[in-house]
C-alpha cells in the first residue's frame, strides 16, 4: 500500500466530488482528502495544502485537458488522474498525457478501479491502457527502425509538413499553412510515412525531433514526444 497522502478532488458536481471523496477515505491511503468545484479554487488554497494526487473530473475533454496544463504549471509537484464522463479514445490519451496528467478513467468505470488507479499514480506509476501501451511501444519500435538514411531522402516541402505535423497541427491546418488542398497535405503525409517506414502521427514526430537531436539524446526525447503527440 502506498503512503498516505494528500488527496485533492476536483470537479463542479458536488454530489461526484463528494461522493469520490467519500470513497478516496473508506479506501485507508490518505492523509486528508479535499474537495474543490474548479481550479481556482484549489490555487485559493494552495499554501495550505500541497496534494500529491488530484482527481480531476471533467465533462468536456477539450477544457479538462486545458485544466491539467493548469494545474500542471501551478501544481508541478502533483500528480493528476484525469476522470472523464466519456470513455475516453486512444487520442485523448495521448493529448492526456500531453498536458501532464498521470492517467485518465472514466465514470463508467467501477469504484475499485478508480482505486486502484489512483493508488498507482500515487506510487508514481502512469494509469494507460494495454492497448495505447501497445501503441506507444509499436511507435517507439518503428522510430528505432527509421534513421537519417530515410529523413535524408525527404523533399524540401516534405519536411516542411514533417515539422508540422510534429510541432501538433492536423493535415487541415498543415494544407492552411502550406495554401495547398487538404488532398495535397494528405499525399504529402502518404509519402512522409512510406519513406519514414512509419505508420502514425508520433511514430513520424518520433523520427522527426531523432533527427534534429542527435542519436542518443535525440532518442531520449523522441520516445518522450510519443507521450506528448497525438495520433
Not at 484549489?42 to 465533462?59: M, Y
Not at 498507482?120 to 518503428?142: F, M, Q, S, Y
Request: aromatic share 8%; with cysteine; hydrophobic share 40%.
Amino acid at each position: 500500500m502506498v503512503n498516505r497522502m494528500n488527496v485533492a478532488v476536483v470537479s463542479p458536481r458536488v454530489l461526484i466530488r463528494k461522493a469520490i471523496s467519500s470513497l478516496i477515505v473508506t479506501t485507508g491511503s490518505s492523509a486528508s482528502v479535499l474537495d474543490f468545484g474548479s481550479v481556482p479554487d484549489v490555487v485559493e488554497v494552495i499554501d495550505k495544502s500541497r496534494p500529491q494526487v488530484i482527481v480531476f473530473h471533467t465533462f468536456n475533454h477539450s477544457s479538462g485537458i486545458e485544466a491539467v496544463q493548469q494545474l500542471r504549471e501551478l501544481l508541478p509537484e502533483a500528480r493528476v488522474l484525469l476522470l472523464s464522463d466519456e470513455y475516453p479514445e486512444d487520442e485523448f490519451w495521448v493529448q492526456t498525457l500531453k498536458a501532464g496528467a498521470w492517467g485518465c478513467l472514466s465514470t463508467s468505470d467501477s469504484p475499485q478501479i478508480l482505486v486502484k488507479a489512483l493508488i498507482k499514480v500515487a506510487e508514481g506509476e502512469r494509469w494507460v491502457t494495454h492497448r495505447v501501451t501497445n501503441l506507444i511501444i509499436e511507435d517507439i519500435v518503428h522510430a528505432r527502425q527509421a534513421d537519417k538514411g530515410f529523413t535524408q531522402n525527404l523533399t524540401p516541402r516534405e519536411w516542411e509538413v514533417l515539422g508540422l505535423l510534429a510541432n501538433g497541427y492536423s493535415y487541415k491546418e498543415i494544407a492552411a499553412r502550406l495554401f495547398v488542398s487538404n488532398e495535397t497535405a494528405r499525399s504529402h503525409l502518404k509519402s512522409i510515412y512510406k519513406k519514414l517506414q512509419v505508420r502514425s502521427r508520433r511514430a513520424a514526430a518520433v523520427c522527426y525531433f531523432k533527427y534534429f537531436h542527435g542519436k542518443s539524446a535525440g532518442l531520449t526525447h523522441a520516445e518522450s514526444a510519443i507521450d506528448t503527440l497525438a495520433g
